[in-house]
């Protein structure tokens, strides 16, 4: 999908060259041409090869998390040789190198996840088998039907479906965002958010640059969206607060409204049987509230929560 032009590019955007990646950088690339009444190969999409993409058989906890998305691109954009970065946000780390920063997160998409192989929670058969190798989506699962089973599921989307298909589960999860970026939301029951909290950051498109480059920051700029930035630097504010890292069980919906923020974030034991919840309600910006929760979630943390959080103080 890079555009082979002969002339010099004004941006260059750098992707992982998963599909869903793919489908991202060409929304990114679409909304700015239009912002900026650019034609499309002036902006160039440059695929890079992602070390998340090359290792599939084990969970991505074990075989080093989420920097295992972000360190080529991370790479090629301190080397100059992208100007920035697209990231689905909720694979991009809470701490971020200090030369690098985000001048623009795109409207986010719808932030539910869906069940592929049952309509709903209730409907998922007695002590079916569950594809995914996400901690929050196994804990938050088996809290709420612990007659089920968690098997390791990896890959990217087709490859998900595959397996389900090939029966090595009998039900599996993906974000509502990635199957409509990919023309696949029919497969799919999107699970209500009074039942089942997402992840931080889900349904996001991030766009990082260098923090030093002026220029490339005012480009951004001009595809920022504010409520979006106001949810997630919320959600993200949460995670850093509660040292959490993606092994650890945690899911929290922040929701912009009427000018404020509602915050609701569930932890759990990894094997589901534990749970703790709390809320907190804020203007965009004002942080205190959202570590309040947290240290409040941290006090009450459980003997199998507590260790996969910030050791409460
Ligand atoms: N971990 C992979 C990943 N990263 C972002 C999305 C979905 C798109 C989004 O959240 O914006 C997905 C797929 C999934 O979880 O089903």
């Given at each position: 999908?890079?555009?082979?032009?002969?002339?010099?590019?004004?941006?260059?955007l750098g992707t992982r060259n998963s599909?869903?990646?793919?489908?991202?950088?060409?929304?990114?690339?679409?909304?700015?041409?239009?912002?900026?009444?650019?034609?499309?190969?002036?902006?160039?999409?440059?695929?890079?090869?992602?070390?998340?993409?090359?290792?599939?058989?084990?969970?991505?906890?074990?075989?080093?998390?989420?920097?295992?998305w972000t360190k080529e691109l991370d790479?090629?954009?301190?080397?100059?040789?992208?100007?920035?970065?697209?990231?689905?946000?909720?694979?991009?780390?809470?701490?971020?190198?200090?030369?690098?920063?985000?001048?623009?997160?795109?409207?986010?998409?719808?932030?539910?996840?869906?069940?592929?192989?049952?309509?709903?929670?209730?409907?998922?058969?007695?002590?079916?088998?569950?594809?995914?190798?996400?901690?929050?989506?196994?804990?938050?699962?088996?809290?709420?039907?612990?007659?089920?089973?968690?098997?390791?599921?990896?890959?990217?989307?087709?490859?998900?479906?595959?397996?389900?298909?090939?029966?090595?589960?009998?039900?599996?999860?993906?974000?509502?965002?990635?199957?409509?970026?990919?023309?696949?939301?029919?497969?799919?029951?999107?699970?209500?958010?009074?039942?089942?909290?997402?992840?931080?950051?889900?349904?996001?498109?991030?766009?990082?640059?260098?923090?030093?480059?002026?220029?490339?920051?005012?480009?951004?700029?001009?595809?920022?969206?504010?409520?979006?930035?106001?949810?997630?630097?919320?959600?993200?504010?949460?995670?850093?607060?509660?040292?959490?890292?993606?092994?650890?069980?945690?899911?929290?919906?922040?929701?912009?409204?009427?000018?404020?923020?509602?915050?609701?974030?569930?932890?759990?034991?990894?094997?589901?049987?534990?749970?703790?919840?709390?809320?907190?309600?804020?203007?965009?910006?004002?942080?205190?509230?959202?570590?309040?929760?947290?240290?409040?979630?941290?006090?009450?943390?459980?003997?199998?929560?507590?260790?996969?959080?910030?050791?409460?103080?």
């Open positions: 999908m890079t555009e082979a032009s002969t002339s010099t590019p004004r941006l260059r599909p869903l990646a793919m489908a991202q950088a060409v929304e990114t690339r679409t909304r700015l041409c239009a912002a900026l009444g650019w034609a499309e190969e002036e902006v160039e999409l440059v695929p890079v090869l992602a070390s998340g993409d090359k290792v599939l058989d084990r969970p991505l906890a074990e075989i080093g998390g989420k920097a295992l790479q090629w954009l301190g080397e100059g040789r992208i100007d920035a970065s697209v990231h689905s946000a909720k694979d991009v780390e809470t701490i971020r190198p200090r030369e690098f920063h985000f001048p623009a997160f795109l409207p986010r998409a719808d932030r539910r996840d869906c069940l592929v192989g049952a309509a709903s929670i209730a409907a998922i058969p007695e002590g079916a088998i569950i594809g995914t190798s996400a901690p929050r989506r196994a804990a938050q699962l088996l809290n709420l039907r612990p007659d089920c089973k968690v098997v390791t599921f990896r890959g990217n989307v087709a490859t998900r479906l595959g397996k389900l298909e090939a029966g090595e589960a009998d039900v599996t999860f993906l974000a509502a965002a990635g199957l409509e970026r990919l023309g696949q939301s029919e497969v799919a029951h999107p699970l209500a958010q009074d039942e089942w909290i997402p992840a931080a950051a889900q349904g996001v498109i991030a766009i990082e640059c260098r923090a030093d480059d002026a220029e490339t920051t005012a480009l951004l700029a001009a595809i920022d969206h504010a409520a979006t930035r106001a949810e997630l630097e919320a959600e993200r504010a949460l995670l850093a607060e509660l040292g959490g890292t993606c092994h650890s069980p945690v899911a929290v919906l922040c929701e912009l409204a009427n000018g404020h923020l509602a915050m609701r974030a569930a932890l759990f034991s990894p094997d589901g049987a534990e749970r703790i919840e709390g809320s907190a309600s804020f203007a965009p910006g004002d942080h205190a509230p959202v570590r309040a929760l947290a240290a409040d979630l941290l006090a009450r943390a459980t003997p199998g929560i507590a260790p996969h959080f910030r050791a409460a103080g």
